[in-house]
């Protein structure tokens, strides 16, 4: 929130530090992308994300989607890190201080800004003990082979290890909707292992994910 005070004495006020026409600047002579503060970018055709599962699953075979799901781990425990300190170097303060709409915003604004699709917070369920992000225009499941099931792995594994390390406790994320089987958005649920153990034997069923929660939730 902008206070009377902060417009009176403030050099600068913060913005919306994660905007696409701010974050991502390039030098097209150079072939280089880089956000605000001078990191690195890569931009990432479709073309290579799908080479990736078609390695992965000449590789690896059955075992592509808990690759998928490690390597989502690894990604999402940097991107925590790196979100961290960017919010920190521009507003002034850490994430722990940060009010949830602000926190929110900012995730949302982050994950579009990436190109990796449009997140939201389902806060339906949270009084429960469960976290539902839903994910639209997701160019991770867009390109994932016809697994016939949910196709999410990576996001998954970079849900999990954000909020494992948000929150300060050891949570899980399993995805209950897919894009890929005619849903409407990927729905993935993060909690403490042993709530979310059946969760995967239902998806396997063909449960749909209102079902799921209602189990999860009775």
């Keep these: 929130m902008i206070s009377i005070a902060n417009l009176l004495s403030e050099e600068r006020l913060p913005g919306n530090y994660f905007a696409h026409d701010v974050y991502v600047k390039g030098e097209l002579e150079l072939g280089l992308l880089e956000n605000r503060r001078g990191d690195r970018l890569l931009a990432i055709p479709d073309t290579f994300i799908a080479a990736i599962y078609s390695g992965l699953d000449r590789e690896t075979g059955s075992a592509t989607p808990l690759v998928l799901f490690n390597c989502g781990k690894w990604w999402g425990k940097n991107f925590y890190v790196r979100f961290c300190e960017e919010v920190k170097d521009y507003y002034g303060y850490g994430v722990a201080q940060m009010a949830m709409v602000e926190f929110i915003q900012c995730l949302e604004q982050l994950w579009k800004t990436q190109g990796w699709g449009l997140f939201e917070f389902d806060p339906t369920y949270y009084q429960h003990g469960f976290l539902v992000v839903l994910i639209r225009n997701s160019p991770f499941v867009r390109q994932a082979p016809n697994w016939k099931r949910p196709a999410g792995f990576l ?43 059946n969760v995967e034997s239902w998806v396997k069923e063909g449960q749909n994910h209102e079902a799921i929660m209602a189990q999860l939730c009775p």
């Design 155 to 197: 996001e998954a594994g970079i849900l999990t290890s954000f909020f494992t390390q948000l929150t300060g406790r050891e949570l899980t994320c399993v995805q209950t909707a897919c894009e890929s089987l005619g849903s409407s958005a990927n729905s993935f649920v993060l909690g403490l292992p042993d709530r979310l153990q």
